[in-house]
């Protein structure tokens, strides 16, 4: 299974890469063009149906190497009991939000299913999906991390060392 995990993060990790390349590519490209009056015009739909994907994809990938950025300049002082339970709430309150903007895609999904990249002639629910995938990953990371930190507190205090 951790296998099946590595493969799938390699691959998200290379579609990531590819795309904000892709992305800053033809966005690049596209300006040159548009200065010598002969401009790209399916640059931008492919722009911003990477886009999403890079942003829900990126902070799945950003989340699976390290938590998320936090401001610990007063909590540092608290005792590890209290340190503790923020992180847990703070976790608690991700998980609710990711909750909603999964469930909440899916009437935007249903409202743009008749859109349509102009230029590319495909539905533009293929960016709106990234919503709901990427909810679902980050869901999934988030829990992997939770079970591994209970996972090694109580080996910790098995063992008598500190978490």
């Not at 299974?1 to 966005?27: D, H, P, Q």
């Not at 339970?85 to 299913?113: H, T």
């Not at 629910?125 to 090694?152: D, E, F, M, Q």
Request: overall charge positive; proline content about 3%.
């Amino acid at each position: 299974m951790k296998k099946i995990g590595e493969i799938l993060t390699k691959i998200e990790e290379l579609f990531v890469a590819f795309a904000l390349a892709g992305i800053t590519f033809l966005i690049f490209i596209q300006a040159i063009m548009r200065t010598i009056k002969m401009p790209i015009n399916w640059g931008q739909d492919v722009a911003l149906l990477l886009f999403p994907w890079v942003i829900f994809l990126g902070a799945d990938l950003a989340l699976r190497e390290a938590d998320f950025v936090s401001v610990d300049m007063i909590t540092r002082y608290f005792p590890k009991a209290i340190q503790s339970f923020f992180y847990y709430l703070w976790y608690a309150m991700i998980l609710v939000f990711l909750g909603i903007l999964a469930v909440n895609a899916f009437p935007i999904m249903q409202a743009n299913s008749d859109r349509m990249f102009s230029t590319l002639g495909i539905s533009y629910n293929w960016a709106v999906v990234s919503c709901p995938v990427g909810s679902v990953l980050l869901i999934s990371t988030i829990l992997i991390k939770l079970y591994n930190r209970i996972v090694h507190h109580k080996k910790a205090e098995v063992l008598g060392g500190e978490f």
